[in-house]
Every structure is written in C-alpha cells, then in structure tokens.
C-alpha cells in the first residue's frame, strides 16, 4: 500500500511559478518510478512528467518540456514538480502517481493505466 499526498498548488498569473511535492508513505518509495499527471475540466487526464527510481531518468509532455522538472528525493519520500513559466493552458487538477508493479526499472510509461497508486490532487490555476 502507497499513501500519495499533493501539495503546492494555487493561484498564480501567467509566467510565474509553483513547486508541487508529492509526498509518499508506505510500500518502499525509493523503488519506484513517480509521475506526475493533469486533467483540466471538460478534458482528458494527460500525462506531465515521469521519473525513475534513482531520478536520473525522466521523460516529459511536449507541452511541458523546457518549462517544467521533476525531481525526487528518495530519503524524504518526496517528488517536486518545478513549473516555471507557467500558462493559462496549464490550469488544471494536478496528480502524481506510483507505478508499484515494477521497481528498479528506467522505463517510463506515461499512461495513466500505468501507475497503480494516485494522490488526492492539487488545484493548480494560472490567470491570464
């Protein structure tokens, strides 16, 4: 069993910044690849960014790319999301996610089917 819990999230204008953290308690979270995904309203939930286990491997949206980072840090049990330059476009509901059934691995995968254990969300809105 994974606990996921989002933080970070809020109102912000157009070309600011927020960190998004993700904080996992449970099953050993070190071992796992993270992602962090969004679904704004009326859309589909896309995929934003994923990492590996150790962190060194990471895979983005080409929406994302350039602006945003994931990162870990596997002794706080934690995951980052830096968005910088943010746009109205990335107003949405913004979840990570652990992908449990495969650990020690550098693959990422990006479909939300993927990853087993969710996180409540945080509400993330850009004005214009």
């Known amino acids: 069993q994974v606990q996921l819990v989002e933080s970070g999230g809020g109102l912000v204008q157009a070309g600011g910044s927020l960190r998004l953290s993700c904080a996992g308690s449970g099953r050993t979270f070190s071992r796992y690849c993270m992602g962090w995904f969004r679904q704004a309203p009326g859309k589909e939930r896309e995929f934003v960014a994923a990492?590996?286990?150790?962190?060194?491997?990471?895979k983005y949206a080409d929406s994302v790319k350039g602006r945003f980072t994931i990162s870990r840090d596997n002794a706080k049990n934690t995951v980052y999301l830096q968005m910088n330059s943010l746009k109205p476009e990335d107003t949405a509901v913004y979840y990570c996610?652990?992908?449990?059934?495969?650990?020690?691995?550098?693959?990422?995968?990006?479909?939300?089917?993927?990853?087993?254990?969710w996180g409540q969300g945080t509400q993330v809105t850009v004005s214009s």
């Open positions: 996610a652990a992908d449990t059934t495969r650990s020690l691995t550098s693959v990422l995968l990006t479909a939300g089917n993927d990853y087993d254990y």
């Open positions: 990492i590996n286990w150790r962190g060194g491997t990471t």
